[in-house]
């Protein structure tokens, strides 16, 4: 069937022959759920609905925004202190108050914290902590496990060979442009696997810098893990770096380290903590943070008014309600409408992730086929799906109503391709990239 393109996708063609990759985030390129069908561009954002170019209104069920609007889009109170800010102006020579309230309140939140540097996205926040963590430690090495940005540092990974960042989450990123020297300063490790950790701090030697990782990643740490990865950074002198930029107040008032013991040297948070406003912070001890005068790290948009503003409406509202418990409900929700409609047609899915960050995989060697069928019967149907689900305190019962409509209807259909052959043949366009991958 030839597609009928919207006035998104027309956009996005030029945009590719404009903006290499197209978008500025690989998790929001349209080939990453239908290539040539996907809305890619939106017109306005509330609540969970989002509405395209041509005025098409969607239930987003699927990332939104990729985790980073908890509250929902747009969220009034946090909307209207930034427009307040905005009256008052933004930026000047002077700097920013709420920068020190916004410190408190992180502070007050992690009692083990002392300081707090600030930046305006998670990837370049990574790159601040781990310069601080070497030049605390004056060691070079780091002992990482997940995806931590795109930065030089954390690239360098895959100089060692182009496998290493393999199952860290997103596979085959090459690392050209990253400086050779930079090879086999980092070493991996799996999460929740004690040996793998044990065995990366015994090749750094005495050249540990720092431990770096998510203090949840899909499942919860085990306690001996939390206790491993604790005793390893306190024995070598080097920095534990909780990396909250996607987990950060999803598990509690907080870093989801408060939710598991895990007591780090330095929290990284971005994401969640100003609802889709570009900010991020970085918090640490004393001893720690205090390496930051010693090395140069500034910048001028850093200093800008609406950053802090939104974290502090954000964080506060976040923080007076029982955020965890409700994303944790929202998310087992929309877990049991996969399992109901994928045993009630047949369709076998694995279905994992934490609660508040859900997710679920097609199986077979046609599994991809079966995602792009999905999300494409999905967006027939007005809602936005993918196989990852970000829950936030505006999904209601409701909305999960309206979406296991449509999910027992996309399956049905998954249901009869398999069962026909003819996964392709229904599909209007190409299936969904898997990874990364060049745009042509
Ligand atoms: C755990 C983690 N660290 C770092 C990043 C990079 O953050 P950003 O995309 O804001 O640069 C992400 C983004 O997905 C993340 O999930």
Not at 142 to 157: K, P, V
Not at 185 to 203: G, R, W
Not at 278 to 291: C, D, E, L, Q, Y
Not at 331 to 356: C, L, M, N, Q, Y
Request: net charge positive; charged share 20%; aromatic share 8%.
């Amino acid at each position: 069937m030839a597609i009928r393109k919207g006035k998104g996708q027309k956009l996005y063609e030029k945009a590719k022959k404009l903006i290499p990759g197209g978008s500025q985030l690989l998790s929001k390129r349209p080939e990453m759920f239908l290539p040539d069908q996907w809305p890619a561009y939106y017109s306005k954002a509330k609540g969970v609905h989002v509405w395209d170019l041509d005025g098409k209104k969607y239930l987003d069920m699927s990332i939104m925004g990729i985790g980073n609007c908890l509250l929902g889009y747009s969220d009034t109170t946090v909307d209207t202190a930034v427009k307040k800010a905005i009256d008052k102006g933004v930026m000047a020579t002077l700097n920013a108050p709420e920068e020190v309230e916004l410190a408190e309140l992180l502070l007050k939140l992690h009692p083990w914290a002392h300081m707090v540097r600030y930046a305006r996205a998670g990837g370049e926040a990574m790159s601040i902590a781990v310069r601080i963590a070497r030049a605390a430690t004056g060691k070079d090495v780091i002992a990482f496990c997940g995806y931590h940005g795109w930065t030089d540092w954390y690239l360098s990974a895959n100089l060692a060979s182009n496998k290493t960042l393999d199952g860290h989450l997103l596979p085959g990123l090459e690392p050209r442009g990253v400086p050779r020297g930079l090879k086999g300063t980092l070493i991996p490790f799996h999460f929740n696997n004690i040996s793998e950790l044990e065995k990366a701090v015994k090749k750094a030697g005495k050249n540990l810098a720092a431990i770096v990782l998510e203090p949840v990643k899909g499942k919860a740490p085990t306690p001996a893990f939390v206790r491993a990865v604790r005793k390893a950074a306190t024995a070598t002198g080097a920095v534990l770096i909780a990396d909250e930029i996607t987990a950060g107040f999803k598990f509690a008032k907080g870093g989801s380290h408060l939710a598991y013991g895990l007591k780090p040297d330095v929290a990284v948070f971005s994401k969640a903590m100003a609802n889709g406003y570009a900010m991020a912070a970085v918090i640490g001890t004393r001893k720690v943070m205090g390496a930051a005068q010693t090395t140069f790290i500034s910048s001028t948009n850093w200093t800008e008014r609406i950053g802090p503003v939104a974290a502090l409406a954000t964080i506060k509202k976040l923080v007076a309600t029982d955020t965890a418990d409700r994303l944790v409900r929202i998310g087992r929700k929309v877990k049991a409408v996969w399992e109901t409609v994928s045993k009630k047609h047949g369709v076998p899915i694995a279905i994992g992730g934490s609660d508040a960050i859900a997710s679920f995989s097609f199986s077979g060697p046609d599994a991809q086929l079966q995602k792009t069928l999905y999300v494409q019967e999905m967006l027939k149907q007005r809602v936005l799906a993918s196989n990852l689900f970000f829950g936030t305190l505006a999904h209601t019962d409701a909305h999960v109503r309206q979406y296991t409509q449509a999910a027992d209807k996309a399956f049905a259909i998954i249901k009869k391709a398999i069962d026909t052959n003819t996964l392709k043949q229904r599909l209007d366009g190409p299936a969904a990239h898997t990874g990364f991958a060049r745009l042509n």
